[in-house]
């Protein structure tokens, strides 16, 4: 069992930067693969970026290469997500997720952790 926690989200004009942090707590992420999602009103949970259990590999959606970048921390046991040249279209709530499975299927299955979220504003 783990428990995440995502934290770093706020109020941002276009342009701007956050980092999102993701602390866990019961078990160590080294053995998970993790993910970030958002979901903004009114829409689905939309796949953000992953990266692998060594932290070694990592991917991201089109809409956020180039600006977003995911990294872990063993012993720090969080994961991130900087996010620079914000866009009103980010604007969303912001979850971290972990997984047993490989990176490419972190969110996939009802077995995977999730955090409660963290709210992105990105004003224009």
């Known amino acids: 069992q783990v428990q995440l926690v995502e934290s770093g989200g706020g109020l941002v004009q276009a342009g701007g930067s956050l980092r999102l942090s993701c602390a866990a707590s019961?078990?160590?992420?080294?053995?998970?693969?993790m993910g970030w999602f958002r979901q903004a009103p009114g829409k689905d949970r939309e796949f953000v970026a992953a990266?692998?259990?060594?932290?070694?590999?990592?991917n991201g959606a089109d809409s956020v290469k180039g600006r977003f970048t995911i990294s872990r921390d063993a012993a720090k046991n969080t994961v991130y997500l900087q996010m620079n040249s914000l866009k009103p279209e980010d604007t969303a709530v912001y979850h971290c997720a972990a997984s047993k499975l490989p990176w490419v299927r972190v969110g996939e299955t009802s077995n995977d952790y999730w955090g409660q979220g963290t709210q992105v504003t990105v004003s224009s």
């Open positions: 019961g078990r160590t992420l080294y053995i998970y693969s």
């Open positions: 990266i692998s259990r060594s932290g070694e590999i990592t």
